[in-house]
């Protein structure tokens, strides 16, 4: 076998490929983060009643979905290899990128299923405006983009501590936090009915927040690879 | 030996001066005395934590405990001064706007900190053994710092800020104290500098005692 | 011709000191056994060795014709086998293999797969889960992972645990032949063992 040219990205797409194949055959992240994702919209729809949410109440309660839900199940990825006792074959055969993007790209197919199953249910059950779809997508995109490029490394170091409870929200919540304002208000926005012009301030920080947020885990994930 | 004695009897001076010298902001009136320990505990949150940020990034270049010791030990004290530049920032807002909390942009990154350095804590209270906690707090301290500048981004574009801005500088940068006012309130910055580092150094002591008892202990 | 350079190794868990000055030099046909009693660190000093574990003092050294490999060189020229490495349990032996051999940045085809399986003597059973394996099988797959690279450096921490007689002449074989044709550290205190390898490292008194 002296093929030594498949680069990174295959490397890593064999990660990818085999947390899917082991998540298809469990299901455990997957059910996880669709459970929590649809109860808690639920709840708040049903208690909340329908009509009269403001705008901005909106944006804040599917943020706060969307929070949770990722909270529920992405650290799965890391725990699974922990709890299996698989790490060590995986440090000794694979590079420590090809691990993280892989594992990125794993968070990144989960929170996207659950986002295109709970998205509509959101828009159902509290009768947020759909005018400016296209709009919201684009935020939709972006905010799961930076969700899993900043809790993918937490995931991996509370993957190593030995009490994990819930230290997974307690670390990304502050690492989230001018995420989620600056989602909530572009999110707002859109419910508003402003033009695109107005949430370009928004969508370019979420684009640089994702882009250092990833370059950021890349240069430190080794670190907790390590350990 | 003598500098702490010096540092002790200074200390005591500038708390008496800080009250009987005139009030540094005639608006305001007495509750802007407060200014005089606000500002050098909120300068020494910023300088602790910096300082622990570099003791983490050392660590993960060298891997000797020691930068993780020092790391932690710059980070509680951060922490505690940052908890009480929060307390009289939010006895000064009270006083001047009106209400304790309003998640003005400085209350809110304070808060954050807080947040990020209460969850380090957490993650060293979760992992048992010393070079994995070491790692991973280093890490997460890097990582949750570099969200900080963004925070300075985002939250102002939210919340329109009512922090005093012209506390020490104009905006032509020019000095707003009067010279007694500014005697005072850089004799402070330069004491709480040395308090902290005079509460670095005893808490390395102690770390270091305890090294060599555990040491002997096996 | 590969070489492995191991220089006044010392390892400490915080206070409490688990070996210390281990030196040795092994090149391309060479083998040494790391032998000792229960928790005199044998485990350890692998993990050391294979990078897994830092080192309180002292160095490790992978070379290929007296240049030093980079970590990455040497994780694809190393393979190891240990009771406490857990392949996928999810996953059938041939999907473990060829997840093994992607995520190096190779690829195995079905021809050496097989011929990979019946080596390890588990032929036929490549299509099983490994959750549906004994531990022996589980044992055997680790080997044939571990042949995917035609490793230059073969760690072995006791290698016969699990496995029944046939296993053993098995890792007997697979044994002679890596020692001939690369290097091969194993860990072990079973004394029939220690003749699989021309050195011997005593730790633990």
């Known amino acids: 076998m002296p093929n030594k040219s498949a680069g990174l990205a295959a490397k890593a797409f064999a990660v990818y490929a085999k947390d899917m194949r082991l998540e298809l055959r469990s299901r455990y992240a997957l059910n996880a983060i669709l459970m929590f994702g649809i109860t808690t919209l639920a709840v708040v729809s049903f208690s909340l009643g329908q009509f ?24 799965q990825a890391f725990i699974r290899e ?68 900043a809790t993918t490394l937490v995931a991996a170091i509370i993957s190593k501590a030995s009490v994990k409870g819930a230290l997974f929200s307690v670390l990304s ?55 | 030996m003598w500098w702490k004695i010096l540092l002790f009897l200074a200390m005591s001076a500038l708390i008496v001066l800080s009250y009987v010298t005139p009030m540094p902001q005639k608006q305001i009136g007495e509750a802007s005395r407060i200014f005089y320990y606000h500002i050098p505990q909120a300068w020494i949150c910023v300088v602790a934590f910096a300082m622990s940020m570099v003791f983490s ?46 998640w003005d942009p400085r209350e ?49 574009r939210i919340v329109p800020s009512l922090h005093p801005e012209d506390s020490i500088v104009d905006e032509n940068l020019k000095f707003t104290m009067g010279p007694t006012v500014r005697t005072i309130f850089f004799s402070s910055l330069a004491l709480f500098t040395g308090l902290y580092f005079w509460m670095f150094n005893l808490a390395r002591r102690i770390q270091r005692v305890q090294r060599i008892r555990l040491e002997k202990e096996i | 011709m590969y070489s492995l350079k191991i220089e006044n190794l010392a390892k400490r868990f915080g206070p409490r000191k688990v070996f210390a000055d281990i030196n040795f030099e092994l090149q391309t046909g060479g083998s040494i056994a790391i032998v000792g009693p229960n928790g005199s660190g044998k485990s350890t000093l692998v993990k050391v060795i294979l990078g897994l574990l830092r080192p309180t003092l002292g160095t490790v050294g992978f070379s290929l014709d007296g240049k030093n490999m980079t970590e990455s060189e040497t994780r694809s020229r190393t393979s190891f086998v240990a009771p406490y490495l857990s392949l996928y349990d999810h996953l059938s032996g041939e999907e473990n293999l060829k997840f093994f051999s992607a995520v190096a940045g190779d690829h195995v085809t079905g021809k050496e797969i097989n011929a990979l399986l019946a080596r390890v003597g588990l032929e036929g059973r490549g299509t099983d889960y490994l959750a549906d394996y004994s531990s022996g099988m589980k044992q055997r797959l680790k080997y044939a992972v571990a042949l995917l690279n035609k ?44 003749g699989f390898a021309e050195q011997i490292c005593r730790l633990g008194g």
């Open chain 1, 173 to 227: 919540f502050p690492v989230l936090m001018p995420l989620l304002i600056s989602l909530v208000s572009a999110s707002e926005k859109v419910f508003d009915g402003l033009p695109l012009g107005n949430i370009a301030a928004e969508l370019q920080f979420l684009l640089a927040y994702a882009v250092i947020m990833v370059t950021a885990s890349i240069m430190l994930f080794k670190f907790v690879w390590q350990e």
């Open chain 3, 151 to 194: 490793p230059d450096f073969l760690f072995l921490d006791e290698p016969t645990s699990n496995l029944d007689e046939e296993g053993k002449g098995m890792v007997s074989q697979l044994v002679e032949q890596y020692r001939k044709q690369s290097m091969v550290v194993l860990a072990t205190n079973e004394p029939q063992e220690y």
């Open chain 2, 108 to 156: 809110t990154s304070i808060f954050i900190l807080l947040l990020i350095y209460g969850a380090y804590f957490a993650l060293r209270g979760a992992v048992e053994i010393e070079e994995k906690r070491a790692s991973l707090s280093a890490v997460y301290s890097i990582f949750a710092f570099v969200t900080v500048p963004f925070l300075i981004f985002v939250v102002p």
């Open chain 1, 82 to 149: 922990e709890e299996a006792q698989t790490v060590l074959a995986l440090k000794l055969t694979a590079d420590p990128d090809a691990i993280y993007i892989g594992k990125l790209l794993f968070n990144f197919t989960l929170l996207g299923i659950m986002t295109v199953i709970v998205t509509p249910l959101f828009f159902i059950f509290t009768d947020a405006p759909t005018a400016n779809l296209f709009r919201f997508i684009l935020v939709l995109i972006l905010g799961i983009i930076g969700l899993c490029g």
């Open chain 2, 57 to 102: 990034i050392r660590y993960l270049r060298s891997h000797n405990i020691g930068e993780d010791d020092k790391a932690v030990v710059a980070a509680r004290l951060g922490f505690v001064f940052c908890l009480l530049a929060t307390i009289t920032g939010s006895i000064f807002a009270r006083v001047t706007w009106g209400s304790f909390w309003n």
């Open chain 1, 52 to 75: 009269g949410l403001s705008p901005k109440f909106l944006a804040a309660l599917f943020w706060i979905i969307m929070f949770f839900s990722a909270m529920s199940g992405l650290a």
